[in-house]
Every structure is written in structure tokens, then in C-alpha cells.
């Protein structure tokens, strides 16, 4: 059944993706508001004299660097998978106060502190990637990381993917309890997720100890209004329904047929946690 959704998820992919030819949008996950702050999520992002990638480098921002977003341009780039538009900031180095335009590609999509620690929420990159069992069909799928940054210095970090554009419409990024897990300080869950019906939402839960990132299977949601759905979720030790030490995977999802029956499928597996890490029961 999920092979189904599968193949049905990347044609609905490919159908969006030559449509897009014909024009550029920003994706959601980039758009930020005027005289709002923000933090720059790739090192050493350029700083230019104009909106454009031919203006002159007048500086250039390390990761977690405060900024001000002053106006947002109406120039967009694309990058992959990736289009944002380009911004007016000012930040500050020392006592000086500075002014210049970047992408908004290099922006936190979000971002949270915590004992001490920064978090980082953003995309990095796009790659290709074939389906494992349709290796004729290539889709672009977008690289997020969650980075976790002691003032200037990268404690750790870890990737994963967020599908492609059509998914980055909205993006959330938080801190949550650390689900009465042995020895973890916090979960962290990173979300991005698409506004039409047919597009896959992403759920990336990390779990923070010991200065480490240690990323949980991820999680994704796609359906198509009453039509067919596919759901994933974990259920931790504090929820209802959990037990000590471990999380489960729940798996639901639904189609209907020729005769508008509704086919659904159910699964679920267990892993457990030992205070360092996880394994499947």
C-alpha cells in the first residue's frame, strides 16, 4: 500500500516541478518579517552591497550571528529546491553597526536557546535522489540540520531530509520535555510541511544529551482529502499509552478503493532506549 503513495507522491512531485518552470515563488520557510530579529544559519554568509549574487561581498557572518531584518527585497534566488528572497539587514560586530543585503537561504528557518545553548533550525542544501525501487524517477529532495552552538563555536550537528519544495510552505521549530527518557536533557522537533493536499509534511525529532544530537527515525505525513492518507507518530514514555524508556512508531494509513471502501492498514514497532541510545525491540 505505502508503494502506492509512494509512486503517486512523486508524480504529483513531478507534475509541480514543471510547472514551476514557467515562474519563481519564494518558499515559505524563508520568509521573514521586517524589523524582526533573526540569526544566520549558514558560516560565513556573504554580506553584499546589492540584492543580487554579481554585488560586491562587503562582509561576511559566522553561524548564530544576531541580525535585523530591515526590508525584505522582492529580488529571489533559487538554489536547488531552495528560493528565497534577498533582505536588508543591519547587525553588529564590536561597537560598529553595519548594513548590507543577504539571501534568505542562509537565515535560521528557526531557532531556540536553552541552557546555555543555541539551536539552529535551516536548510543546507538539495540533492538528487532516485526511488529505490523506480530508479527512473530522480526527485530533488531538500538537506535540513538542526545545529546546536555554544556563542560562535559548533558543539554538533546532524542532517536530514525535508522532501522538496512543495513542502517547505511552513516551517516550526521547538523545544519539547525530554519525554521521561534516561539521561536526555530535551527533545527538539523541526517541522516543515506543505499547504496543498497530496504534499508530504516532515516531523524531525532530536534528542539533546551531553552536548550530543542524537536524531530519531523521522517522521512524515502526506494525504489527499478523503481520498487516501498516510500518518506517522511516536508515542514516548509520558504519553499515553507509552512505557519507561522507550518510544514507539505508529504507522496508519488509508485509501479507497473502486467501490469508495475505505482500505486502511495499521503498524507499529517499538525501540527502546538505554540512557545513550536507541534499537528496535
Same mark, same amino acid.
Request: with cysteine; net charge neutral.
Given at each position: ?6 509512486? @503517486?507522491?512523486?508524480?504529483? *512531485? ?33 554580506? $553584499?552591497? @546589492? ?5 560586491? *561581498?562587503?562582509?561576511? @557572518? ?19 529546491? $531552495? $528560493?528565497?528572497? /534577498? ?6 560586530? #564590536? ?7 543577504? /539571501?534568505? #537561504?542562509?537565515? =535560521?528557518?528557526?531557532? $531556540?536557546?536553552? &541552557? ?26 531538500? !538537506?535540513? +540540520? *538542526?545545529?546546536? !552552538?555554544?556563542? &560562535?563555536?559548533?558543539?554538533?550537528? !546532524? +542532517? ?36 496543498? =493536499?497530496? *504534499?508530504? &509534511? ?20 502526506? #494525504? %489527499? ?34 467501490? %469508495? ?21
Amino acid at each position: 500500500m505505502k508503494t502506492f503513495f509512494t509512486i @503517486l507522491l512523486l508524480f504529483i *512531485i513531478q507534475i509541480f516541478s514543471a510547472q514551476e518552470e514557467d515562474y519563481t515563488y519564494a518558499n515559505g520557510v524563508f520568509s521573514f518579517e521586517e524589523n524582526k530579529p533573526q540569526k544566520i544559519f549558514t558560516d560565513w554568509a556573504r554580506i $553584499r552591497q @546589492l540584492p543580487d549574487v554579481s554585488g560586491k *561581498i562587503l562582509d561576511s @557572518l559566522q553561524t548564530n550571528q544576531k541580525i535585523l531584518i530591515l526590508k525584505k527585497e522582492e529580488t529571489i534566488l533559487k538554489l536547488g529546491e $531552495r $528560493r528565497a528572497n /534577498w533582505y536588508k539587514i543591519s547587525y553588529q560586530k #564590536g561597537d560598529k553597526t553595519s548594513e548590507g543585503y543577504i /539571501w534568505g #537561504g542562509n537565515l =535560521c528557518v528557526g531557532f $531556540r536557546n536553552k &541552557n546555555g545553548y543555541d539551536f539552529l533550525f535551516g536548510l543546507t542544501k538539495t540533492v538528487n535522489k532516485k526511488d529505490e525501487k523506480y530508479p527512473e524517477i530522480i526527485i530533488q529532495q531538500n !538537506v535540513a +540540520s *538542526i545545529k546546536v !552552538v555554544e556563542g &560562535n563555536t559548533l558543539i554538533d550537528e !546532524v +542532517s536530514f531530509e525535508t522532501g522538496s519544495a512543495e513542502s517547505l510552505s511552513y516551517g516550526t521549530f521547538s523545544i519539547e520535555s525530554n519525554h521521561k527518557l534516561q539521561n536526555v536533557e530535551f527533545t527538539l522537533k523541526a517541522s516543515v510541511s506543505g499547504e496543498a =493536499c497530496g *504534499i508530504a &509534511n516532515y516531523h524531525q525529532y532530536v534528542l539533546f544529551k551531553d552536548k550530543k544530537l542524537i536524531p530519531l527515525p523521522q517522521l512524515m505525513n502526506v #494525504g %489527499d482529502a478523503d481520498i487516501y492518507y498516510h500518518n506517522e507518530e511516536f508515542i514516548f514514555s509520558n504519553d499515553k499509552g507509552g512505557i519507561p524508556n522507550a518510544f514507539i512508531f505508529k504507522m496508519e494509513e488509508m485509501e479507497r478503493d473502486e467501490k %469508495d471502501r475505505e482500505i486502511k492498514k495499521k503498524a507499529s514497532k517499538t525501540y527502546l532506549w538505554n540512557g545513550d541510545s536507541y534499537k528496535l525491540k
